[in-house]
């Protein structure tokens, strides 16, 4: 206090009331993100476990059913309209990874390549073009290739594999990839350049050539940082809503076929949500399924993130 | 031994060769597989635009959908998607650039700024349709239907409207904004703002002054994103007010008593680009002749958002260059 210039004492206590007050008014907008996600989660939770007293918290996973000769039976059935309502969730997780993991594959396939092309392979020229398209790419809206692969994929697709299904879930992960690829390359790009130059000149002064290094040292040092855009790749690939919706066929069928039609978490909130009456417990249950949805992109969000945190501080030798 | 190890020698001097093929196979079919991407990506959008351009002009994009929708154009969906960005700018960007104002500037690295940081990230990964149901479950059920009963406006807010759409994509953008303001915040160097402070300055006149004119065309960057992101979304407005097809435009007017002025009405239903190419897809009654419809509303989509994310790009490298500018001098 003692040190500060005869000119500091003019800004006034009014002065430094309105930066405070300037400040805690900042502080409050950035509070708001913290409210909504909360405001999202407790209100997705209070929804998804309201509903009737009668009604048990594990008809959300099975129904049993007593058999003729007294036995019960498990029953994975979604039909939620039917009098016997019946509201499992497992066929449409199934229907889920049937659409998403096949998209990751693919996705992985061609992304990484695409992702070691941009960065050790194209010149800096040809990246700065690619790369604004690949980024372009990831901007198409979502209903536009569901759109694609419903009008014009599907027919193609029947032609080649003569599916019984014409819309079925390798339809929908084949649309899927359209925009995990773009998720994947950039990824593998950032982590591939995120790699100093030293340990490429290290590995070429050794003798290597180019694919060696890049097989040998540069792949291998940032493989995390690739895995945490694969699965990036995989919680877009089971958020994603519009190209599932249109491209799955719908079919809530407890099946591992990926050629057969199935129906998503997702697909499923979309189709039904807007002919449901608010406080049956068909709504509740849809809000259930948004609760998973939620909780399980939340953790591989955050999987992908303790990766890509750790690779950093490898990396930083 | 040393005869092994010979061998082994001779077997190095060997390589080259098979090596040098082993070398050409894999580069050239990492070379191959990214042609083959980029062909497909372009062979999707070649053909949308193929089947789609032979419709575009300019009755299609002005006029309402005629004879069961089979002919007319899309003028109330462009109209509605352009009211909805234009409503849910004005709820995201002040609360987006304001929380990155917070997180670049104000906070010290401490819980509070780290749980924050945490929840845009997370915002950032929720899928798009959760902001469906809590658009519905939230916005409308509960906001609007209570406020309708406290206010006593029989069904005006507590039904799906334009209003609650905005409000839902809003929410679903707010991260687009908020990590681009804080990148463009953060790239105003910090000499700049030592230098405000030099001449006297308090913190709220340095970054009123000095750090948010220089960010503006970084911050400019995140809101185009912004709407081009939701543009683009369906889901979460598929119950949110979206319609098939509305006989009028969601406008209304504020009587004056000589003139009357238009206005958006943010409590009515409306028409939306993305949602008329799904509907007319899956539930249109004659899905064949609405083709041509279909493909060129898909094509004016895509031309929408490229455009807006072309322009994304040029401001962003505007940015770039007059923090070069300012770096150098």
């Known amino acids: ?317 | 031994m040393p005869e092994e190890k010979n061998i082994k020698n001779k077997e190095i001097r060997k390589l080259p060769a098979s090596t040098k093929y082993y070398e050409y196979f894999a580069i050239g079919l990492v070379q191959v597989i990214t042609a083959f991407v980029f062909l497909i990506l372009f062979l999707v959008l070649g053909k949308i635009f193929y089947e789609g351009a032979g419709i575009i002009d300019y009755q299609f994009l002005t006029e309402a959908p005629r004879n069961n929708m089979t002919e007319g154009g899309i003028g109330p969906a462009i109209f509605g998607t352009v009211s909805v960005m234009f409503l849910m700018i004005i709820f995201a960007v002040p609360i987006g650039v304001f929380s990155a104002v917070y997180i670049n500037e104000y906070a010290e690295d401490n819980l509070a700024q780290r749980v924050i940081r945490a929840s845009v990230n997370n915002l950032a990964g929720v899928p798009s349709i959760v902001f469906g149901l809590f658009g519905l479950g939230f916005f409308v059920l509960f906001i609007g239907k209570n406020f309708d009963e406290v206010m006593g406006t029989g069904l005006l807010l507590g039904q799906p409207a334009m209003l609650w759409a905005s409000a839902t994509l809003a929410v679903l953008v707010l991260p687009t904004i908020i990590i681009s303001t804080i990148e463009a915040l953060n790239a105003v160097p910090h000499s700049q703002r030592a230098a405000a402070y030099g001449l006297g300055a308090t913190k709220w006149q340095t970054i009123k002054g000095v750090v948010l004119p220089q960010s503006r065309s970084g911050i400019l960057t995140g809101i185009i994103l912004a709407v081009s992101r939701g543009a683009g979304e369906t889901a979460p407005v598929l119950f949110l007010g979206c319609a098939f097809f509305l006989p009028q435009l969601p406008v209304a007017y504020l009587d004056l008593g000589l003139f009357a002025v238009p206005f958006i009405n943010p409590a009515e239903q409306f028409m939306y680009l993305s949602y008329h190419i799904f509907i007319l897809a899956t539930q249109s009654s004659n899905p064949t002749l609405t083709m041509p419809v279909q493909f060129g509303t898909a094509a004016v989509l895509i031309t929408l958002t490229v455009l807006l994310n072309i322009t994304a790009v040029i401001f962003r490298f505007k940015f770039r260059r007059t923090l070069q500018v300012v770096r150098e001098n």
């Not at chain 1, 019946?86 to 997780?93: E, G």
């Open chain 1, 1 to 317: 206090m003692d040190t500060q210039s005869p000119y500091a004492k003019k800004i006034s206590k009014r002065f430094r009331a309105k930066e405070k007050l300037i400040k805690y008014f900042f502080f409050l907008n950035g509070f708001v993100t913290v409210l909504l996600i909360l405001l999202i989660f407790l209100f997705l939770l209070k929804e998804s476990f309201a509903g009737y007293t009668d009604f048990n918290l594990s008809e959300y996973f099975f129904t049993e059913k007593t058999l003729a000769d007294g036995s019960t039976e498990k029953i994975f059935e979604w039909f939620p309209t039917s009098e016997d309502q019946r509201l499992s969730i497992v066929p449409l997780i199934l229907g889920t990874l049937l659409t998403a993991i096949p998209a990751t594959i693919i996705s992985t396939m061609l992304g990484v390549f695409v992702g070691i092309y941009l960065s050790e392979i194209a010149g800096s020229r040809l990246r700065e073009i690619l790369k604004p398209i690949i980024e372009l790419f990831a901007g198409i809206p979502t209903v536009v290739l569901g759109f694609f692969m419903l009008v014009v994929g599907a027919t193609y697709f029947q032609d080649v594999f003569f599916t019984t299904s014409r819309l079925n879930a390798i339809l929908a992960a084949v649309g899927l990839s359209f925009i995990i690829i773009p998720i994947i390359a950039t990824l593998t790009e950032e982590a591939l350049r995120s790699i100093p130059l030293e340990l490429r000149m290290a590995s070429y002064s050794l003798g290597a050539t180019k694919w060696q290094t890049i097989s040998r040292v540069i792949i291998p040092t940032a493989v995390s940082g690739i895995s945490a855009g694969i699965i990036l790749g995989f919680g877009r690939a089971v958020g994603e809503t519009m190209i599932v919706l249109m491209a799955s066929g719908n079919a809530a069928e407890l099946t591992l076929d990926v050629f057969r039609s199935v129906r998503t978490m997702t697909a499923t909130i979309a189709a039904e949500l807007g002919e449901v009456s608010a406080g049956s417990q068909h709504y509740f249950a849809l809000f259930f399924i948004g609760t998973v949805l939620f909780i399980g992109t939340f953790l591989l969000n955050l999987i992908a993130e303790l990766i890509i945190n750790k690779m950093r501080k490898k990396i930083r030798f």
